[in-house]
């Protein structure tokens, strides 16, 4: 299948090959067993792809393999705040994205926009600065999070960032004393600055930072912060969805949405293949079925059936989904 796979490991022969690299063949497997995997991969991932193709290595090597293919511009790390795991992705040359983290689930969606990538560079200059790279990270709660969250949420689930107002403190008379002298009652706004699982809160209120213990922060009841135009609250949102316009991969849709096709990621070959089933921009493409457990989605376009594998389909984004 002579797609971007192909060429990236053409490439990779072509630099090294040549050069009696050690152990060239057990590097060559490692980065075809990483082209295998799509999205942003952990290097334990990675074993276990290496490990499932039949190679044996230690993760020492496989981490050196990892760091190597980075330096050379076939992969490229990604780390991000929700947890401090380095990730590794496909680096496909000449094509730039950036990413929204759920920090809640983990999703990762990847977007790019051009106003921004100007905007970015218009930035920069004004402040006598020549751009050479950026990173652009966006954490927040993804779709299918905040569709899952009521209208008010105890402060322990509120999330790092996040401004929520005090509707109510659910408390004994000596807790709510104890809120009380801390300044905590309802109607006032406090920003979660730092949270661990099981543990303590760290809120802001006013200039004020307070450390409330889990149990505690189970007993306020907030607010989050009113979400952009048109979206309602309990998350289902209205006719317009300016905040969840960003496009999704396929693999995320649940089965019975549908919305139009965005873009389609991957090289020329793979486009061409998947532009002959008739998934072009603007084409509208429902999902039939999708299971976790299968390899495979089945999805409609156009009025034909088609059952993609999860690796192309994740390469065809689609946008105004239907709530
Ligand atoms: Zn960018
Ligand atoms: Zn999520
Ligand atoms: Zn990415």
């Known amino acids: 299948m002579p797609d971007r796979h192909q060429q990236e490991k053409e490439q990779f022969r072509r630099l090294f090959g040549w050069r009696g690299l050690d152990r060239f063949e057990e590097r060559f497997q490692i980065l075809e067993s990483f082209l295998k995997l ?83 560079k218009k930035m920069a200059a004004k402040y006598g600065f020549f751009m050479l790279q950026h990173k652009m990270e966006i954490y927040g709660l993804c779709e299918q999070c905040m569709a899952q969250r009521g209208h008010l949420i105890p402060l322990s689930r509120a999330r790092i960032g996040e401004k929520v107002e005090i509707v109510n403190v659910a408390a004994g008379r000596k807790m ?7 300044g905590l009652r309802t109607g006032i706004f406090v920003e979660i600055i730092s949270s661990a699982i099981g543990g303590q809160i760290v809120i ?7 450390i409330l213990c889990a149990g505690m922060a189970s007993k ?11 979206i ?7 006719e317009s969805l300016p905040f ?75 946008e105004n989904i239907t709530p």
């Open 176 to 182: 709510q004393m104890r809120f009380a002298s801390m």
């Open 232 to 238: 309602s609250n309990d998350g289902t949102g209205g």
């Open 244 to 318: 969840f316009n960003e496009s999704l991969p396929i693999t995320r849709m649940a089965p019975g949405k549908q919305g139009s096709i965005a873009r389609v990621n991957g090289g020329h070959f793979s486009r061409r293949r998947l532009g002959k089933m008739g998934f072009h921009q603007g084409v509208i493409v429902r999902v039939i079925n999708s299971s976790p457990s299968s390899d495979s989605i089945e999805v409609m376009v156009r009025g034909h059936r088609f059952f993609l594998s999860k690796k192309d389909a994740s390469k065809i984004f689609v």
């Open 38 to 120: 799509e999205g942003h991969v952990s290097l334990a991932q990675i074993a276990d792809q290496v490990r499932q193709d039949g190679l044996r290595v230690d993760n020492e090597f496989l981490l050196q393999c990892m760091e190597q293919l980075c330096r050379l511009g076939f992969a490229s790390q990604v780390v991000f705040d929700r947890d401090e795991t380095i990730l590794y992705e496909h680096r496909q040359l000449g094509v730039h994205h950036d990413h929204m983290i759920c920090t809640k689930c983990g999703a990762i969606i990847e977007f790019k926009d051009d106003d921004l990538e100007d905007l970015q």
């Open 220 to 230: 306020i009841w907030v607010r989050p912060e009113k979400r952009p135009e048109g």
């Open 204 to 210: 802001a209120s006013d200039c004020n930072r307070l």
